[in-house]
Structure formats: C-alpha cells, structure tokens
C-alpha cells in the first residue's frame, strides 16, 4: 500500500484507515512538498492516488482527515489553518456520495485538533484537555502535561481514541489507545519506538515515521511489530471542571472571564498580559539552551501558548507563529525586538 507514496519521495503524515463500501480499506493521508504546506490526500484500495479537493488556499495547511461511510455516503473531517493572512485552525466537515464528489466544506469549530463521526464531535485543546460532545452528554479528557498533537479514533472500534502528542517535559512524542465505554487506556509503540500519529484497522497499524532532523519530517509507515502498554494517564472530567493546566489565569491579567471580542473567531481568550509572559519564558529559557540547558521542548511549549493567547490579532499571532515555526523547524531563535514591537503595537491599539 505504501510503496507507492514512498517512491515519490515527498512527506507523508496523518494516516487514518476506513473501510470503503465492500469492507476494503482506503488511506486518508497528508502530504508535503518542498513548500512544506501539508495537503490532504486519499488511496483508494485500487491503488489511486489523488488530492482531496477542500477548495482551500495554497497556503493553508490540511492535517488529520478522518472518514466514514454509510448509506448515505462518506463524511470526512480534518484540520486546516495557518495560512499568512488568516493563521487559524478549524475543524472543517465534507460530506458526499464519493471521495472525488465531496459537498461544499463546513467550519464546526476552531481548534487544532479533533474529528467528527456521527453524532460524535471530539476537539481539543493544545494544552492537556480534550472535549467530547455527545447526545448521552458532554465531557472532557484531561492529560495533565501533555501537548495534544492529533485526535483520531478507529474506525473498526469507533468508540476508542487515538491521542497523539508529546510530555511537556519530555522529547519523546506518544499515542494514547483511549476506550471511551471502558475508560481502558494503553500506550501503543511500533517497531520498538512510540508511535505516533497511527491508525489502526483490524490487524494493520501505520504511524508516522520520523525519516529527518525536523520533527514533521515523517514518511507514513507500516507497523511491523506493535506492543501495547496499559497505563492510566488520562482522567475523565465533568465538561469546564479543569482548565489547561499551563493556560489557566492566576492572577489579574485580564484573561479570566473573557470571550472572543467582535465576532472574532478563536480557540481560546486572548490577553497581551499572558502573551507577554510566555514569550518572557521562552526568552529565558532559549537563553539557557545556549548555555547547555535542555530547554528546547519547554520554550517551544510557552511559544506555543503565546500564539495560541494571541489569537485576536492577526499580526502578532502571525508573527509569533512564524518564530515559533522558525525555531521549531530549524533552530532559528526568535527575532525579540521584531516580537516586542509587535507587542507594542497590539498593546497600544487596544
């Protein structure tokens, strides 16, 4: 099934397997080229290749498609953002008679990562909680400490997540098997490593092989051997019983109690006060990575909070995006006088 994608040679990620109508599976997957914008894609079980057609800008980014079908067609979600004059990521919804005749696309909700399959919408946050919303009722999944990377399910046992994402204090990335009837929670690896990002159908696992020096440099790959871990990390919560744990306000910044002002759509409240502190951590500790210190995961981390706290203006949540992508992929440290003009700038316009 992979050959095909690996001759080509270009980045593979995101890989999620569904049975199509005669119970044969077919690959949703995104891919990347030198422009390093991921796009989503399928295979069908005859061995073609083609480009989701969303209608989405060239800049924006696709990731995480998930499938289903019934008798009435295929439903397919996935997360798209990040392009430069509009960096926000949404769950969008597609709906069709065929994978190549898909509907017009749908925003359900902004967020980085989450799904829908049937009356079933699942979205997260970066830092630490998943929501889940239900006709039975609404509930929340922490994991205190963890950036949530990617949220998926199988689709031969809907009812279990895949958790995606990495320890806050950690390099090592994860992926959490999570049953939603049973609470069952393992970690899964794949030829000895942590998977990540993987899909499962019946006896098949493909996971996102890292294959370069940058993080999302991944080729999709089959598992060849797989061992399951139980464990119990997550915590099931009543719906707002927590907030994420390195979001949560702790003194008079602003931030507690506000909504997203003017229409704005956001994934969170945005506050310069929090912005300002995070992007004062990371300054701190990308300091003390020169000096030998293994800060580089916590830095990454307060950059990743800062953007996401900056949602209500464009151009420092941009600008931070950037920085933060920058150093992310290739080491580059952030230009501070540029970051701290633009935090002027916002805080003067407010």
């Known amino acids: ?17 569904t049975p199509d109508e005669n119970g ?8 990347a080229d030198e422009s390093r914008v991921w796009k989503a894609h399928y295979r069908l079980p005859d061995g073609k290749i083609a480009r989701l057609v969303t209608g989405l800008a060239a800049d924006v980014s696709e990731c995480s498609p998930t499938a289903w079908r019934d008798a009435g067609g ?54 630490n909680l998943i929501h889940v919303h239900q006709p039975s009722g609404d509930f929340d999944i922490e994991l205190p400490g963890a950036f949530i990377y990617r949220v998926a399910y199988r689709a031969d046992h809907p009812d279990t997540l895949l958790i995606s994402g990495q320890w806050q204090t950690e390099d090592e990335v994860f992926t959490l098997e999570y049953d939603l009837a049973t609470d069952q929670q393992n970690v899964i690896e794949c030829d000895g490593r942590p998977a990540y990002k993987c899909t499962i159908l019946d006896d098949q ?23 399951r871990r139980m464990t119990r990390p997550a915590v099931r919560r009543r719906t707002g019983e927590v907030e994420p744990i390195v ?89 501070w006088e540029s970051l701290a003009g633009a935090m002027a700038r916002t805080a003067a316009a407010r």
């Open 1 to 17: 099934m992979l050959k095909q994608l690996h001759d080509a040679g270009l980045m593979t990620h995101m890989p999620f397997l």
């Open 24 to 31: 044969q599976p077919v690959l949703l997957f995104c891919q």
């Open 74 to 127: 295929w439903h397919m979600t996935f997360i798209a953002g990040g392009a430069k004059e509009n960096p926000l990521f949404h769950l969008y919804r597609m709906d069709g008679p065929a994978l190549d005749a898909m509907g017009k696309r749908v925003i359900v909700h902004p967020t980085r990562a989450g799904f829908v399959y049937g009356d079933r919408t699942v979205e997260a946050d970066l830092a």
């Open 205 to 227: 696992m493909l996971y996102a092989q890292r294959i370069g020096e940058h993080f999302e440099s991944r080729q999709i790959a089959t598992a060849a051997s797989t061992t």
């Open 247 to 335: 979001t949560q306000p702790t003194g008079n910044c602003g931030c507690r109690g506000r909504s997203s002002p003017n229409g704005v759509a956001v994934t969170r409240a945005s506050c310069v006060e929090c912005v300002e502190k995070h992007l004062g951590a990371a300054y701190v500790l990308l300091a003390e990575t020169l000096d030998g210190y293994a800060h580089r995961l916590r830095a990454i981390g307060h950059l990743h909070e800062a953007e996401d706290e900056s949602q209500e203006w464009p151009e420092l949540h941009a600008a931070i995006r950037e920085a933060r992508k920058a150093y992310q992929t290739d080491g580059t440290m952030p230009d």
